[in-house]
Structure formats: structure tokens, C-alpha cells
């Protein structure tokens, strides 16, 4: 009587089962701490933080002399200002910025004169050609989620974010039996009858690249206490066991056998071919995989059965694999460039409606987060001069698309809850990713206008009645289409020094000589806010020293107070207390989404909505400080 296999299973019954078994009976990863110069290609096992800020000093961006700004006002071609020795100090790029200075300026840009003395032909606005404290890296800023593979660029992220060691998942260990009487290890001039065992180096180096670490066994003889005894072995000591050849018909064919004696045999035998006799077991909470012995078809049953295994072990979809090579973009935000150089800008990616949407990301030379951060590279040319807002280039992905299909872009206003609401997101859905810009609530306004995002943050005071967000979108989406969400009630208040060494009470104390502000950036609803306060208290900001300072975040506005290079500055109290900076709460604001009607429909979305009406969400918020949670998630109107 012919031999019958076992099963003759459906691929994709096989797999689905498989899968099944193996969660119940606990096919998992454990978490482990390495150092991070030696973290490349694992996933993080949970949510990595900076530690300190990178620059963690405010540093000359250019070669050249540090003075205090103030020195140089009033200079022209026509009226230039001299300044002497003592007023100033000749610094280099990375030197850290010298007491009493706030500005470089850049030595092309210097006329020295026999005394020592310099001339100088233009004023200097303060903070120019210097790197903020915080620039690439807040202290606090969330570097990495969980469920991440860590990249190059992310362990310079890491790094210069002062973490030295990070919380992996254990990288599952593959043990690979060869088996045969026939087979033996490779050599250069084999005799007749003899196979040279070759399938467990191409076995190795495909899960080499897919981020496991494979362990060869000798080769064992077709004897089946030999192959039982080696199978024992190799499941005490690795996480998954590959036993190769044997699985077929033939009278050495132990391999179903041995495994089914030790463990539990779930198939033998899947509908497809080349790989029909493939084993499917488990030892324990190990899977036990019996590999055909050709190579073609034991290529095929790892790809199907055995890298699958990540998903189970890590908790999350990680392949390992590369995105597309190039992709055409619709981009976000006008870019422009140098006629000199031929430019490569990081972007952020996602798909919005039927476009692939590029934002740029920061493209300072020094900015290890952008590169880590992004999803593609755009090339500009020599000689162009940039690209405009809504217009197509072309992406090197450094993604798979499915993955940017399954990523919700977010342009908008900045806060840290983003950070969190992404992590909670992807734990709680591996294949799903939330991507945030921080262009300000009005860029976010603009970017739902334009079917750039998903969502966008917004915080906009009505200065008429004190209301938030609707009358902005009341004027520029007077046809409807979108839905403003409910988020959080939050304090924006003045971050000042801890301990309030000045005495600052309130926003009139702002405006005090030698007070040092550092504010947001226009469009931001924090800039709005504080346009709104200084008007309605009567201060004229030309008298606020540092006033056209800017910077992008709550957080980054946090550590220059921390780092002593500004006073005080306008913020929610979450990142005040990120860094033990003392708070003067001015007001609770709104802060919402706003939602187009075409990315409300989407699934993505609908989980985003769950995770922002979690019990998870709400306790991450109220641990972080500053937010009052009445019911996010709530759409509040849809126009």
C-alpha cells in the first residue's frame, strides 16, 4: 500500500492552526537588556526615552565669533558697528556658546582690524548660527515605541539621547539538525554517493537575515534514537528546531516519528508543492518544523512557516523586509534648496486617499532623529532650486508600502500625548502606525484642507469669545467634510526655572529687561495664545526680549529654560514637568483633532478613536500631568 501522509492540509489552514497552537501554549519572547551599541536589528521591547537633551549645551552652528546679539543692532553697509576685543569671542563649529553670548556670526561675514577690534556690516538676531539645547533630542521625547527594529540612525538617536542600554526581545535561537546517511559537510572533492550538506547554510543566512540566530548541529545519522536524541537536545537548548530531510515516505524517514514521540505532531503533509511533507509540531512551547531535504522546498516551507514564526515570538509584524525602491509622492510642504548642491531631504510617509503624502523632516545635517524618523529620501537635483507644496517627486522608500498604507499621518500642533497615542496604537495593533509633523495647528488646518493627513492637532483661540478650533473651521472648510474630535482639555502656562529665581507671576513679568523668552512659532496655536495675552494686557512683544525665538515644540521650549539659555517660555505643564521646570498656569485650552470625513471611514482610524477612548490613554495622560480627559473621542461637530 502506497504511503499516506498524515494531513494534506490547505496552506492557509496550516499556517492560521499553526499560529493558533503556538499562542496557546506560550510561543513567546522574553525581554533582555543589551547595550545599545550592540541593539542593531533587534525589536524594542518597550518604549525608549531620551534621557538628556542633544545638544545637551547651546553650541556654535558656524566658525566664526559669539557676542550678545544686542552689540550688533543698528549695523549696516552704511553704518557699520565696531565691536572690541572683549566684545566678543572667536568660537568654532560645536564650541559650546560663551557666557553673556546669545548669537555667532559667521567669520565670512567679519572684518577684523589691526587693534583686535571687528567690524561688522549687518546686525546679528539673537540665537543665529546657534544650536538650541534640545535641537535633535528633548530629554523625555519618546526616541523609539515598542515593537520598533532598531536601526543605525536609531542607536545614534539613542545615544545621543543619553540612553546606553535598551530592553529588547530575546532573538529567537534556530536550531538546525542535517540528517542522512548520505550527507556529509562540505569539501572540495566529494566521492560517488556522497551529498555535500549545504541546506543549513542557506537555512542559516535566511534567518541571519531575518533577525534570528541559527545554530548548526553534526550532522546526524539516519537512525532514529540518533535523531530523537538529537531533537531532545536541540530543544532544550534553542527556541524553534528545524529537522532537516526525513519528513518524506522513505524507510529512513523518521522525522514525523521522532517528533510526534517527543512532542505533538500537528500536520504532516500541506497542500503545496515543492514542500508537500512538511512536519508542523511543537516540544513543549517550541516549534518543531520537519524540512524537506530538497532545497527548493525547503526554502519555500521556511519562507511560510517559519519566518511567520516573528509575528508569534515578537508580538508584531517584523519581516525584515525592504520596501519598494522608489515611489512617487505627493509633497506636503514647499521645500526649497540650494542652486549648489545636489540635496537628499528625509521625509515622513503615508497614504492618504489614493497618494502617497511626503513631509519633510528636519533637515539639519546634525538631526539623527530625522533619519531615524523618516520612511523615505527625496533627491533634489543640482541646480533646482526646490519643489512646491502639492507637488509630485520621487521617494526612495526605506519601507515596505503596506506599511505606510497601514500609517496615520498627523500634521499638526505638537504635543506629547501624539508620542503615546502612537504607542498605544501600535501595541495594541503591530501592523498600524501613527506618524506625527509638528507644523503648528494652523499648518494642521491647512494640510486636512490640502488631503495631506489623516488627522491634524489643533488649538486655535477665538480671541471674539474665547472659543477654540470651530470658527477656524467654520472659514476654511465653509463646504463641510471634516469632524472636529474631542481630545484633551490641557494648561498651557509660563515654564520658567525651578525655583522661579525671577519672581514670575504673571505675562506682564515677561517683558522685564534682561528677561530671556523663547516662544513658538507663528501658526502655532501657543503663539496665538500668547499674541492674545500680550494684546490683551497691553505689552507691546518688541519689548519682550527673545520674542522671534522660536521653537517647534512644547518640549524643545522646556529644555532651553532647563539648559539656562532662556527665562522663561509659554508651554503645557507635561513638559514643564519632563524637566523639573517650575509652572505659572495661565489657562486650560482645547486642544482636538480634526478628522477630514474621507479618513473617518478608514479602520485605521476607528482603532485610533478605541486606543483615544482606552482606560490606557487616559492613565498614560494622568500620569504625565497637565490634562483633563472628559470624553475624548467625542466628535464635537461635523461640518
Known sequence: ????????????????????????????AVPETVPVQNALGRITAGAVYAHICAPHYPAAAMDGIAIKASKSFGATETTPVVLKKEDYVTVDTGDPLPEGCDAVIMVEDVLYEEDGSVRLYAGAAPWQHVRQVG???????????????????????????????????????????????????????????DIIEFNSSIFSGMLTEWGMVSKTYPIVMDRYELIRE?????????????????????????????????GIVLFHGIAIKPGKPAVLGRIGNRPVIGVPGYPVSGILVLELFVKPLLEIWYGCKETGEEGEREA????????????????????????????????????????????????????????????????????????????????????GSHDPLLDELSELLHASEPELYLGSSHVGSMGGIMAVKRGECHLAGTHLLDEKDGSYNSSYIRKYF????????????????????????????????????????????????????????????????????????????????????????????????????????DFIPICLEQYDLLIP??????????????????DAFRKRLMEMGGYELKEPGRVMERF
Open 135 to 193: 535641537e535633535d533630542i528633548c530629554a523625555g521625547e519618546m526616541i523609539l515605541s515598542s515593537g520598533m527594529r532598531i536601526s543605525p540612525s536609531a542607536i545614534g538617536a539613542m545615544l545621543a539621547g543619553g540612553v546606553l542600554t535598551v530592553s529588547v526581545w530575546k532573538q529567537p535561537v534556530v536550531g538546525i539538525i542535517p540528517t542522512g546517511d548520505e550527507i556529509i559537510p562540505p569539501i572540495s572533492d566529494p566521492g560517488p554517493g
Open 230 to 262: 538529537a531533537l531532545i537536545k536541540a530543544a532544550q537548548e534553542c527556541d524553534i528546531v528545524l529537522l532537516n530531510a526525513g519528513s518524506s515516505a522513505g524507510r529512513d524517514d523518521y522525522s514525523a516519528k521522532a517528533i510526534a514521540d517527543c
Open 478 to 581: 465653509p463646504d463641510g467634510g471634516v469632524r472636529l474630535l474631542e481630545c484633551v482639555g490641557r494648561v498651557q502656562g509660563i515654564m520658567v526655572q525651578k525655583g522661579n529665581p525671577l519672581h514670575i507671576s504673571e505675562i506682564g513679568d515677561l517683558s522685564r529687561p534682561g528677561l530671556r523668552y523663547v516662544n513658538r512659532q507663528k501658526g502655532s496655536g501657543t503663539r496665538v495664545l500668547m499674541d492674545y495675552l500680550c494684546k490683551k494686557e497691553g505689552i507691546d512683544t518688541k519689548n519682550i526680549y527673545g520674542y522671534e525665538r522660536e521653537e517647534l515644540t512644547h518640549t524643545s521650549v522646556a529644555a532651553q529654560i532647563a539648559n539656562d539659555t532662556a527665562d522663561a517660555g509659554m508651554g503645557i505643564l507635561s513638559a514643564a514637568k519632563i524637566y523639573g521646570l
Open 328 to 411: 512617487e509622492a505627493t509633497l506636503s510642504r514647499a521645500v526649497v534648496s540650494g542652486l549648489k548642491y545636489e540635496e537628499f531631504v528625509r521625509v515622513r510617509m503615508g497614504v492618504v486617499g489614493d497618494r502617497l503624502i511626503a513631509t519633510p523632516l528636519n533637515r539639519g545635517s546634525g538631526m539623527v532623529t530625522s533619519f531615524m524618523k523618516a520612511d523615505g529620501i527625496m533627491r533634489i537635483p543640482q541646480g533646482t532650486e526646490g519643489y512646491a507644496s502639492g507637488e509630485k517627486v520621487n521617494v526612495k522608500l526605506f519601507k515596505p508600502i503596506e506599511t505606510l498604507k497601514n500609517t496615520l499621518v498627523a500634521i
Open 1 to 28: 500500500m502506497a504511503f499516506q501522509y498524515l494531513t494534506n492540509t490547505a496552506l492557509s489552514k496550516a499556517q492560521e492552526e499553526y499560529r493558533n497552537e503556538l499562542l496557546k501554549c506560550g510561543f513567546r
Open 597 to 614: 470625513d474621507e479618513a473617518w471611514e478608514l479602520s485605521q482610524m476607528q482603532k485610533l478613536i478605541e486606543v483615544l477612548k482606552s
